[in-house]
Nanobody, 121 residues
């Protein structure tokens, strides 16, 4: 059974950077259109960034455009989220998941445990 496993979160100062990774345990990332989501305390989970099966199409939530970059790893089994110029409002638990097709923002699969990102002011 496939399982999504996120990693790479941590505590960083405002303006800092982090790279998150997502692996599909028992599956191949390259087979899917994938996305990152996040959930801040007392807020609903929201879409952050998505990437097509081939990696040629990416799309972002407006607040992270020009700061975050989603990519698929060369090992064909990882989807990464490079986060630069982090702000306190980026603080959240970050999750990856499948989406139906490019430019979709609704997750299809079960959620993993997520990875906590905390940005200090």
């Amino acid at each position: 059974q496939e399982r999504l496993v996120e990693s790479g979160g941590g505590l960083v100062e405002t303006g800092g950077s982090l790279t998150l990774s997502c692996v599909i345990s028992g599956g191949i990332v390259q087979s899917y259109t994938m996305a990152w989501f996040r959930q801040a305390p007392e807020k609903e989970r929201e879409f952050v960034a998505g990437i097509s099966r081939s990696g040629s199409i990416t799309w972002y939530e407006d607040s992270v455009k020009d700061r975050f970059t989603i990519s698929k790893g060369d090992n064909k089994n990882t989807v990464n989220l490079q986060m630069n110029s982090l702000k306190p409002e980026d603080t959240a638990v970050y999750y990856c998941n499948y989406v139906d097709r490019p430019h979709q923002t609704i997750a299809l699969g079960s959620w993993g445990q997520g990875t906590q990102v905390t940005v200090s002011s």
